[in-house]
């Protein structure tokens, strides 16, 4: 089978699970760059700034730039940034340093949620509570239910505590991550391929975070991954009939690009 021209490649669960490469990842990723297929990375992890990430990445063996590396806390970033919010951030104190240009005293015209399990406890949510009730906007970084903690262990993710807010709050959040269709646009143009999304596969564990909404509305391949937070059954979950569905990162490649 040839290869697609392009990877939109999600990475926590995917490539790795709690730090540890997925079986055969590594060299996976050198096969997939050596077939001329274009790569970037989409990521919804918040716990850790961009720079950390590509950091960690590297430790593990894997060869990736910085501007290959398109996360949803960037985007929030830039989203804050533009509209000039002097934000309430329940983010780890590693993702905070993503904002660290951005001015943050109250009044706090908007919340920004991440997955952050030192920060959403019950202080944290309400200090939210009460700037959304003052007419503060909320932007969830993402809404992911859960991710895969270990190998073996599903964690909550920040999706409860942003539902959680819009209850008590009586707002709807503004996501800027995936599945938001604006954020896969950006990595496909800058592959140069936002008029070829068919010629693109967004590879992931997650048939509702990586494979649902914009990658569904784009046209984009939609490939699952059986790692991570990935549980049988989950392939029948799907919005719509999935392109692929293999036992890793690994095999996915192999199977895509292997007579390339």
Do not use: W
């Amino acid at each position: 089978m040839a290869c697609l021209r392009g990877f939109l490649l999600d990475i926590s669960g995917t490539l790795h699970v709690d730090y540890v490469p997925t079986p055969g990842a590594v060299a996976a990723l050198a096969q997939l760059r050596q077939s001329g297929a274009q790569v970037r990375f989409v990521t919804n992890s918040t716990k850790i700034s961009d720079a950390a990430l590509h950091a960690k990445l590297a430790e593990m063996g894997f060869a990736v730039s910085r501007a290959e590396v398109f996360s949803s806390l960037s985007a929030a970033t830039q989203l804050v940034a533009q509209r000039g919010y002097r934000p309430l951030l329940l983010l780890e104190d590693d993702a905070l340093a993503q904002f660290r240009d951005i001015p943050q005293h109250p009044p706090h015209d908007a919340v920004v949620v991440g997955l952050a399990p030192s920060k959403l406890d019950y202080a944290g949510m309400n200090r939210a509570f009460q700037a959304l009730l003052a007419g503060a906007h909320l932007v969830g970084i993402h809404r992911a239910r859960y991710f895969a903690s270990s190998a073996t262990e599903l964690s909550l993710g920040p999706g409860p505590f942003v539902a959680a807010l819009e209850e008590a709050a009586g707002v709807r959040a503004e996501l800027v991550g995936k599945p938001a269709p604006e954020f896969y646009r950006l990595a496909l143009a800058d592959m140069g391929l936002l008029d070829s999304p068919h010629a693109v596969a967004m590879v992931g564990d997650d048939v509702a975070a990586d494979l649902g909404g914009g990658a569904l509305e784009l046209g984009l391949q939609r490939i699952l991954v059986r790692t991570g937070k990935y549980r049988p059954g989950d392939e029948d979950k799907a919005a719509a009939p999935l392109d692929g569905v293999y036992g890793s990162f690994a095999a996915a490649v192999e199977a895509l690009c292997g007579a390339s």
